[in-house]
Nanobody, 120 residues
Framework: QVQLVESGGGFVQAGGSLRLSCAAS????????MAWFRQAPGKEREFVAA????????DYADAVKGRFTISRDNAKNTVYLQMNSLKPEDTAVYYC?????????????WGQGTQVTVSS
């Protein structure tokens, strides 16, 4: 099993920045594609960003493209989500997810989530 723990969430005003981190317990972190999803109150979970195991293939939701950047440090078993120019509509619980090798909309492993609140 892969344990995922998110951190870095918090309160920020519109236009500000946050960096989320996701630490993975697996001994084979480099073999996993990693992704971020989010879920706002009263809304369905939505895809945010993903990075494949080699780090050369990236995917972003249109709503965050140009503002968010996903990256990974395989030596630290950690994936990051740098969030800039935050908007109130970015407010949500952000979830880290992992899947062997390939990016998928239904990842095998999920973290518990970290709250991001953006004030206007």
């Amino acid at each position: 099993q892969v344990q995922l723990v998110e951190s870095g969430g918090g309160f920020v005003q519109a236009g500000g920045s946050l960096r989320l981190s996701c630490a993975a317990s697996t001994r084979s972190f480099s073999a996993y594609a990693m992704a971020w999803f989010r879920q706002a109150p009263g809304k369905e979970r939505e895809f945010v960003a993903a990075i494949n195991w080699i780090g050369g293939s990236l995917d972003y939701a249109d709503a965050v493209k140009g503002r968010f950047t996903i990256s990974r440090d395989n030596a630290k078993n950690t994936v990051y989500l740098q969030m800039n120019s935050l908007k109130p509509e970015d407010t949500a619980v952000y979830y880290c997810a992992a899947n062997p090798v390939v990016i998928t909309t239904t990842p095998r492993y999920w973290g518990q989530g970290t709250q991001v609140t953006v004030s206007s």
